[in-house]
């Protein structure tokens, strides 16, 4: 039974039933005639079926209420639920502002957005609002009273609320405003989603969108059938296509023709096998020029793991090829005269004998270049090395590599030279190109050279042989007097390997002490020609060969660097050993020391003297400095400053070998120097050689007029003493007076 009548209904159809059952019920029993007795009885059995028939009625009806709020209350049930799940499903929760009580409703989602508890969180406005990101706040409760104010039915905002453990998340809230029937706002129900990955998911997009709008590199994006849905402006830049232009057409638009089949299965193949390759391609542009890229290729697989899209990231690498080809040249070749260098001259020497051909291999190296650079400058010698370089390149034929090796180097390499003489018939061309005079800013300069030459295959079959058997035949053409050329034999490998092996025992003479120092006494010519001091000579007193001439390992120890260390050790030797003499009573005024040039030009020498003279204890005015001639015209300048260091520590000086090198008198009278020493080659022709007694007097003339003392060296004769003497020259050295010895031998004549 179902009652589907409202509550006035019903109430009315009682009332009408319940007067038709009075009515009715009295007329039947009046017309029935009953006694009074059981008209009493029958009257009790009517009221009661009538009470019975009501509750009856009344049960019915209640039970029938009972069962529809059951089933109301089941629906709401399942409406919540599913509201709930939806919500939870989108992680988003629900709040309800009750605008009558004032109160909020956060659902326990809204709340674990946030990290709290629905107590945690609390139940009012407040809670909402005291949470909000500074910078946020005013923004969110003035959307939302302008949401009141001007009865928007609908809300949407976006604010920052602050988690429990301090963060604060990106909300996404949406609410709908429901106004009662008098227009004024109700309730203010609504759901909200975090949506803080949401945002930075955005950011990320919003920057990989700038990068790809403004990096330098390419970009291209094709579909899975390698149709172009995407390019970037730098794109545009390299290739000269305009969006517009390429999208919906193949990369195959951009082929150079340059690659052939095999390079692309190749790209595919890695494509296929490891979703990248990455390399160099050559491609086109839409002006039609071919040009380099450094490219790489990657394919972009869908959640489902299907190929979607093919990404390619590429640069213009035109000017790095350039570069690199500058860089190339620039290693390989000299960057003055613009010849092969070392580098690429070696290589071509390889070449050649790999490809087993004859030829000849030529080391050409300026004769006395040292000179005018130091006297005309460097920018004079580089020009002169151009043009040198010009005159010897314009000479020769292109099969022939001509290469600058360094300094005033060159090489040259023919390998057109099957025999000696056509390798002799070159180098004399060479000599005869390098006869006629340069001409430099107005100054006529004439060079010479020697060249050292070496056969192969016979001289060898490695570019490190070749080389330094022509770098053997070259020192024998220097030692021949130069400008003239010289072929490698084996004797010349022999010496050097003797050179090396001496070179290796002097170092460790050095540290045995095996050299000597030797006194070589210095007379006065006039009078009775007594010995007023000495100089001190190294000498080596080899453990196998005995005592080695100084002609044999000064050079190499020059060439190789130890004679700085051989002058710190005769210093100190000397100094020690005049300190000696003094003891002892004997009488010299001086003793003399070499300083080679080496040691001259670190700079260093006043400090190395000043520190033997405090160490030894030597009286600084019995010490004397020989300083060579050339020495001191490598640079003039510092040279002054150098030598007026030494002076003022109070030691004498001199010029050694004067004569040989190219002094100016300007500079020569600015020295603060004691002595002039006549080199002995002007001596030895004394007094017969006119030429040699031209420049001896010369030399003591010179001497006199700036007031020096003159020193002669070499004297071996009586005749040669005497006329020096009449020359006026005052002082004398030689076998003629004595040979050079040791401490102990010379004692007695430093006593006599």
Known sequence: MKFQRSPLQLTLLYLLAALLWLLCSDALLLGLGLDRDHLARYQLLKGLAFILFTGLLLYCVLRQYQHQQLLIRRHIKHSEERLTLALDSA????????????????????????????????????????????????????????????????????????????????????????????????????TTVDITQRRADEDSLRQAAAVFDSTQEGVLVTDRHQHIVHVNPAFNRITGYSAEEVLGKTPVLFKSGRHDRAFYQSLWHALEQRGSWSGEIWNRRKSGEVFPMWQCLRSIHDESGNLSHYVAVFSDISALKRSQHELDYLAHHDPLTTLPNRLLFGERIEQAVQRAQRGALLLIDLDHFKIINESLGHNTGDQLLKLIGERLAGSLGKQLTLARLGGDEFGLLSTDCAQAAQASALAQRLLECLAEPFSIQGETLFIGASIGISLFPDDGDSVEQLLRNADSALFRAKSSGRQTFSFYSQDMTILARQRVKLEAELRQALEQDQLRVYYQPIHHLSGDRRMLG?????????????????????????????????????????????????????????????????????????????????????????????????????????????????????????????????????????????????DQSFVRGLPDDPEDAAIARAVVTLGRSLGLHVLAEGIEQEQQARFLLDLGCDFGQGYWFGHPQPADQLLPMATA
């Open 91 to 190: 992680q988003e929760g629900l709040w309800d502002w009750d605008m009558t009580s004032d109160r909020v409703f956060y659902s326990g989602r809204y709340c674990s957005l946030l990290g709290y508890t629905p107590e945690q969180f609390g139940n009012s406005r407040a809670a909402w609002e005291e949470r909000l990101h500074p910078d946020d706040r005013e923004q969110a409760i003035q959307r939302v009273q302008n949401l009141f104010e001007q009865r928007t039915p609908y809300y949407e905002g976006t604010y920052r609320l602050r988690h429990q453990n301090g963060d604060y998340r990106w909300l996404l809230a949406r609410g709908q405003l429901l106004l009662d029937e008098a227009g004024q706002p109700l309730r203010f129900i609504g």
């Open 534 to 678: 000495v100089e001190a000579l190294v000498r080596w007193q080899h453990p196998e060969r005995g005592l080695v001439p100084p002609g044999e390992f000064i050079p190499m120890a020059e060439d190789s660097g130890l004679i700085g260390a051989i002058d710190t050790w005769v210093l100190e030797q000397a100094c020690a050993q005049m300190c000696d003499w003094q003891t002892r009573g004997i009488e010299l005024k001086f003793v003399a020391v070499n300083v080679s040039s080496r040691l001259f030009s670190r700079g260093e020498l006043d400090l190395q003297v000043a520190r033997v003279l405090a160490q030894t204890g030597l009286d600084p005015a019995h010490l004397e400095l020989e300083v060579t001639e050339s020495a001191v015209m490598d640079d003039p300048d510092r040279a002054l400053e150098l030598l007026q260091h030494l002076r003022n520590l109070g030691v004498r000086l001199a010029i050694d070998d004067f004569g040989t090198g190219y002094s100016s008198l300007a500079r020569l009278k600015r020295l603060p120097v004691d002595k002039l020493k006549l």
